[in-house]
């Protein structure tokens, strides 16, 4: 049988009718073209599927088969029409976003959120990387979009702020540089370091950075968390570096000292990196506006 979505839809809107000719109208059809296509389908069958009366039609057994079997079948194309549109106006699928370290625990969390419940079937895949492997990846085609410190070279990529949070020197209460307002990384790297855990981005960042200096890092201990590295800081065990935001969320409760670092990778935005505005899915365009980006002319 060689039956179309548009033959069962005419079979259905006849049957649903009781004739012919309603059906055809229904169908927008001339009488004569939906007659003729209804006996193609019955000879394509090789049996009646309808039992045509003076006043109109009635299914056979086999023509009742046909009409369950075509509803389940327009139900399901319109079930298919409206995934795909989902997907196309970025409702639906998953979203794969590159993020550094500050974006991923400060910024996203309370800007994400309302966006994605108002998305319920679409799944986001957040990846932490540093600032500088992000525009590497966006730059390569690995990542739609990515939030990244605009301390790095993003050249050629269009780069929109969306936050301040430069990272801070975080102190014990009766350090020496407690009173200090600002100072250079390279002023610190003798002293005792709280660090993040081997792995995180931002630590590798600020490593990389020491090693620039002709130093290495020497954590005296290693934290899983920002939180962890504050509350030991707060107790005298060393000095660390935390966004500005990790820092005003957790001051007062520990007690540390935050001072500003001079160093230009330091005094950092986070910012919506990308190629092509145009070339970005429905749903990275959406969630980037949501973020604070803007669309811009490729």
Excluded at 16 to 42: F, K, P, Q, V, Y
Excluded at 148 to 177: G, K, Y
Excluded at 225 to 254: D, K, L, N
Aim: glycine share 8%; aromatic share 4%; charged share 20%.
């Amino acid at each position: 049988m060689r039956m179309d979505l548009a033959d069962l839809r005419l079979f259905l809107l006849v049957v649903d009718a009781g004739t012919i000719t309603a059906g055809a109208s229904r169908a927008h059809l001339a009488l004569a073209s939906a007659s003729e296509r209804l006996r193609t389908m019955e000879r394509e069958a090789g049996l009646a599927l309808l039992v045509r009366h003076p006043r109109g039609v009635t299914t056979t057994e086999a023509g009742e088969a046909l009409a369950h079997h075509a509803r389940l079948m327009l139900r399901q194309q319109s079930l298919l029409r409206e995934e795909l549109q989902e997907f196309a106006s970025g409702a639906r699928g998953t979203l794969h976003l590159y993020a550094n370290t500050g974006a991923l625990t400060t910024f996203l969390p309370g800007r994400l959120a309302p966006w994605m419940a108002a998305r319920p079937r679409l799944q986001v895949d957040l990846k932490e990387r540093t600032s500088v492997e992000i525009v590497r990846a966006v730059r390569g085609g690995q990542a739609e979009a990515g939030i990244t410190s605009n301390a790095v070279d993003s050249t050629p990529l269009h780069l929109q702020p969306v936050a301040d949070d430069p990272l801070m020197l975080i102190v014990p209460p009766a350090h020496r540089f407690a009173h200090r307002a600002s100072l250079s990384f390279v002023d610190v790297l003798g002293e005792d370091f709280v660090a993040l855990a081997d792995g995180n981005a931002l630590q590798e960042h600020i490593e990389d950075h020491a090693r620039a200096l002709g130093r290495v890092l020497s954590p005296r201990i290693r934290m899983k968390t920002f939180e962890g590295v504050c509350e030991m800081v707060g107790h005298g065990i060393g000095v660390g570096i935390a966004p500005r935001s990790i820092c005003r969320q957790h001051r007062r409760r520990y007690g540390f000292h935050a001072i500003a670092l001079d160093d230009a990778w330091a005094r950092r935005q986070l910012s919506l990196c990308f190629v092509r505005w145009n070339g970005l899915s429905r749903s990275m365009q959406s969630l980037l506006l949501h973020l604070g980006g803007h669309a811009v002319d490729d």
